[in-house]
């Protein structure tokens, strides 16, 4: 008897087992197929990416439905359009020998008509996305009435998505005599709620690192090159837009630096280290304390104090020289019941330092990939999505209201939805959509070629810096009259003005660089000079050779292109942008 036999599973399966080249079940699949099949119970099986979920639901799955039927009997919830292919996939690998099974999938971004065909040919298994499958429920498409199963399959990135919402109407469309099965790589507070609303008394089953300790932080790490690090540490931020975490670097002055850039870029950081007086310090906490500050990069010293009980994440953006310091690194997460995760972002040489730190706390690291930008942007789409539908609506927009419609009479539903998500989401899709692979190990993938690195300038668009801002009685529309006048440009010229506390960025068309240059070639305001500097452009280096001499606004020192190569094309954020303001202690 092999070890699937002993699992319980018929003999169809075993044959698709066998053709898949599955030797031995897993440990969620050991635990998870025999409880399945046996009884009719709910379940929350907690298991990292990787460890064979798909089958430890699946198999149960087609082993029992009624294949004579044709009745929708399993619902599978799975957050990404991807995810939801793979696991279509997956179960029609499985059920190769199972004929008369049929899975369909269900996601945004493809013909609605086309998968509303697919289900009235008769569909036991839907696996779907939350936006989609609401819609085809709300259009009467699909119907999940008489659904036995129903699977939420990676609930907390689900629950992260901003999906609770979609998913509790989705059930409200099921059963209640039904059983549902949680599958989630972490349990976060949110997924808690989920099990304890709709479940009933689930059992459990725990498989991997969770089993080590009561921990509730989860240890992750990401191979880099080792100038990659700040692009990684973006990416890991973009891929989870409500983070609120705390990002350790090894020396006051990579600390600076790291929240020097992030805030450039667009994030709300904020720097805590020594250097600050304890008044700076005091704003910096009190901005994170409230949230204003979603990435507080800090030194471990100065860290030490810091008792705050969501942090989502401790991101590692350099490892400590000692492994006892990442412990207190690693436990400023997981706080108060809460889970947590605690990423490190290393170099192929530093790997052995995660073995001696896996020793030390007893737990197993996870090797995780730095998200592609399709996966960037796919999470940033949907958390776009929710945000916009959780938005309560402003009474006093109501007087604008007429002359808005009127503006957008004739545009239908589709198309505004396509518009308004395509205003904030474009910037952001066009930066990533030809950014390389960061994994080292990817070395073979196609996308690290190194090519449009940074399409942030791509079309042309030259990115500069001056040293005016805020504090000079500026706001970006000011600045940007006050730079075209001055320099007698034409009113488009002149696009994404940025202005900070005590200096902006603003980008023209490269064929006025040199105008724009020498208008602000010993230029004074006030007696002030005023100074512009390209940030970077397109292929080219800095034109330090028309600034020499010139001053730079103390905390620019030394900041040269190559320290933020990735520009943040992103305007997602930028309602919360105005807060980071509070956050330039420099
Ligand atoms: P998860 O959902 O936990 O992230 P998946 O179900 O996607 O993991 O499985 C990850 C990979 O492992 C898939 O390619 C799957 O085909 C493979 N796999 C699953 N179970 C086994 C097994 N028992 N033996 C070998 N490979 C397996
Ligand atoms: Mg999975």
Redesign the pocket.
Known sequence: MTKFEALGLQQSLLDAVAD???????E??EKAIPLLLEDEIDLVAL?????????AFGFPLIQKIDTASRTTQGLILSPTRELCL?ITN?LKSYSKYEKSVNVVAIYGGASITEQARQIKRGAQIVVATPGRMKDMIGRGLVNISKIDYCIL?EADEMLNMGFYEDIKDILSNTPSEKSTWLFSATMPKEVSVIAKKFMHSPQEITVGTKNSGASTVQHEYYVVGGRDRYPALKRLADAHPDIFSVVFCRTKRDTQKVAENLIEDGYNAGALHGDLSQNQRDLVMSSFRKKQIQMLVATDVAARGIDVDDITHVINYQLPDEIETYTHRSGRTGRAGKSGISMVIVTRSELRKIKAIERKINQEFLTKKIPSGAEICEIQLYHLASKIKNTPVDSEVEEYLPAIYDVLQGVDRDELIKKMVSVEFGRFSSYYSKSKDLNTSGANDSRSDGRGRDSYNSNGAVRYFINVGEKDGYDWMSLKDFIRDTAGLGRDDLFKVDVKDSFSFFNTEADVTDRILETFTDFKVKGRFVNVEVSKSPGGGQRGGKNKGRRRDKGFQGKKRGDRKEKRGNAVHSGKRRSTRRSDFF
């Open positions: 898949m080249g599955f030797e031995t079940p897993s969620v699949q298991a990292q990416t990787g460890t064979g979920k798909t089958a793979q997956e399959d």
